[in-house]
């Protein structure tokens, strides 16, 4: 295969929003460096990235965005690639029994697509039916948070929040569904501003249809305040 014709099936695949993994894609030695040291050196590559595009870099505007980027970038919307940041999500007995469908909508999703590097910017619904435990409700939360802080695809991301909470729970019985908004759909390409994404991923009990419909007539439900 010549070079360009593989350069753009890469661009295709990005274009069209194509994951390679239901894990984040993460090198051995990602965290040998501390994040000081990758601030460091992600705010000179920045300041060459704004030099080649012309920018003027003593301007009292522009002269501390370079660092303003990295830090944002290791501390803030990529924090979640740490496994030191991931949330502790501590389980309570059920000892009120409640056996019926717990649902947390709404949740919001701040993210970035991996093939651009733009956001990601939509709400997470999370369900799941206790076998005994229950989880705090900002800890589902921190969980979705924790997952979006990462160069992510939609799909991942859904499976990410899902998997975690099993894990958490020690249930299938749990659900995720997220409607997003992608700047690389909205603000570049084909520019459609009106366009949203929709994924789901259902484990468990919320594979039968009737289950899963309870769960999405409850997302449909109208809780303004």
Do not use: W
Not at 35 to 64: P, Y
Request: charged share 30%.
């Amino acid at each position: 295969m010549d070079l360009e014709k593989h350069l753009k099936q890469i661009e295709e695949l990005g274009n069209n929003h194509v994951s390679s993994s239901t894990d984040t894609p993460m090198r051995p030695d990602a965290f040998d460096m501390s994040d000081q040291e990758k601030i460091e050196i992600i705010q000179e590559h920045f300041k060459i990235i704004m030099d080649t595009l012309g920018l003027d870099l003593k301007d009292d505007s522009l002269k501390g965005t370079p660092l303003r980027v990295a830090k944002m970038y290791v501390n803030e919307i990529f924090g979640g690639l740490h496994p030191d940041r991931k949330p502790s999500a501590s389980t309570f007995d059920n000892k009120y029994k409640y056996g019926e469908m717990l649902v947390e909508k709404n949740i919001v999703v701040y993210s970035t697509c991996e093939h651009h590097f733009l956001p990601i910017i939509g709400r997470a619904h999370v369900a799941y039916f206790s076998d005994g435990k229950v989880v705090g409700l900002s800890k589902m939360n921190r969980i979705v948070d924790y997952y979006a802080k990462r160069p992510q695809v939609q799909e991942r991301l859904t499976m990410q929040i899902v998997k975690e909470m099993q894990e958490v729970m020690g249930v299938e019985d749990v659900a995720c569904v997220i409607d997003a908004k992608h700047l690389c759909v909205n603000s570049r390409g084909i520019r459609d501003i009106e366009s949203s994404t929709v994924t789901s991923e259902f484990g468990g009990k919320f594979k039968d249809p009737a289950v899963r419909r309870e769960f999405l007539d409850y997302i449909n439900l109208d809780t303004e305040f």
